[in-house]
Nanobody, 122 residues
């Protein structure tokens, strides 16, 4: 059974950086995609980035395109989300999810992690 565990969240000041990690175990296929999502209090969940098993990437949210980057370390079964120049609007719970391909965000996610909290303060 596929399991995803997020880590790296925390409290950061405006303009600061964090790197989130999503470590996966239990893959049953070599073809997969891992996506990062977030949900702010009282708001709908939104997709950020997605990466496929062969390195293809897809952006879901243009407002983070120049500040957040997604990458993968296959040796560690880990996908990262590097977040720079963080702003209060980036506060929320951050989740990673897995699927076969980077579907549209509305249909993405056969498996989900439990999330990690990011709080950006002044």
């Amino acid at each position: 059974q596929l399991q995803l565990v997020e880590s790296g969240g925390g409290l950061v000041q405006i303009g600061g950086s964090l790197r989130l990690s999503c470590t996966a175990s239990g893959f049953t296929s070599d073809r997969y995609a891992i996506g990062w999502f977030r949900q702010a209090p009282g708001k709908e969940r939104e997709g950020l980035w997605c990466i496929t098993h062969n390195g293809g990437i897809r952006n879901y949210l243009s407002s983070v395109k120049d500040r957040f980057t997604i990458s993968e370390d296959k040796t560690k079964n880990t996908v990262y989300l590097q977040m720079n120049n963080l702003q209060p609007a980036d506060t929320g719970a951050y989740y990673c999810a897995a699927d076969n391909v980077c579907w549209d965000q509305s249909r993405f996610g056969n498996s989900w992690g439990k999330g990690t909290q990011v709080t950006v303060s002044a």
